[in-house]
């Protein structure tokens, strides 16, 4: 794991993992920083700024993606394994078998959403009562989701070309369906501009939408690193980082004022 420093662009640290990771979200604003290591079935929690690992938890076959809900448990998606595990520090005290190959996770709230990839769904747990609440058709190739300030999740329909909105207030639903070709991977939100940035891997490009109208529109795109799989975003400053899966670049870029 290499700890960048997100003003200079230099490399602050490297932290020595026992295999591959494919996603990082930060439990907390200030970290740690949750790791899935999928070759070791372990969760890792790395600090911040220094890169200590404080903890590490075994997890189910596979682990994919993590993400804590605001009361603190986090969700780790088994990949391999066809489970999601729910831990409380370092204990695992729940396990949902149902999905066939969990992927992405967001949280909104105590709120949590999983994609399956193989079955093109989106799954919302609620974590304060630790039971599955719904499971929605998800496009035709879902990959990555996140949430925004209104407690909705984003999912990027990857093989859809499409960006699908759901509304989580009362029953989940899919609200709206936005086209998006060039198949739309990475995604992260700036919630002080309220702006979605979305990486489109077979145009080397990034779009950001924003979703201020409601409706997400676009308002920035600018070219890329090659298969720009990955995206973050400092919402303190507004600055965009965009990492290539071909030749291990990160971009940063500085979006113009609104």
Same mark, same amino acid.
């Given at each position: 794991l290499v700890l960048l420093d997100g003003v200079a662009g230099a490399v602050r640290t490297e932290v020595p993992l026992p295999g591959v990771v494919r996603h990082l979200q930060l /439990? /907390? /604003?200030g970290g740690p920083v949750l790791v899935p =290591? !999928? !070759? /070791?079935d372990q969760l890792f929690r790395v600090a911040l700024p220094g890169g200590g690992v404080p903890s590490r938890v075994g997890t189910g076959d %596979?682990?994919?993606?993590a993400t804590a809900a605001a009361n603190g448990l986090?969700? =780790?998606a088994d990949e391999f394994g066809g489970t999601v595990s729910v831990l409380d520090g370092d204990r =695992? &005290?729940?396990v949902f078998d149902e999905p066939s190959q969990? %992927? %992405?996770l967001a949280a909104a709230g105590n709120l949590v959403g999983m994609i399956d990839v193989r079955d093109a769904t989106l799954t919302v747990y609620d974590a304060a009562a630790r039971s599955q609440l719904a499971r929605l058709p998800a496009g035709d190739g879902p990959t990555h989701l996140v949430a925004d300030k209104r407690g909705r999740l984003l999912v990027t329909d990857t093989r859809g070309d499409a960006l699908l909105t759901y509304e989580l207030a009362g029953q989940p639903l899919l609200r709206a369906s936005t086209p998006l070709p060039g198949r739309p991977y990475g995604i992260t939100y700036d919630q002080v501009r309220d702006r979605l940035w979305i990486t489109l891997t077979d145009r080397n490009e990034l779009v950001g939408l924003d979703l201020g109208t409601g409706t997400p529109t676009e308002a920035v795109r600018v070219p890329t690193v090659r298969q720009p799989n990955? &995206?973050?975003v400092d919402s303190g400053t507004g600055? &965009?980082? =965009?990492?290539s899966a071909s030749d291990g670049t990160v971009q940063l870029f500085d979006p113009p004022p609104r």
């Open positions: /439990a /907390a /604003a =290591v !999928e !070759e /070791a %596979g682990p994919h993606d986090v969700f =780790v =695992v &005290v729940q969990p %992927g %992405g990955t &995206v973050a600055r &965009v980082f =965009v990492a």
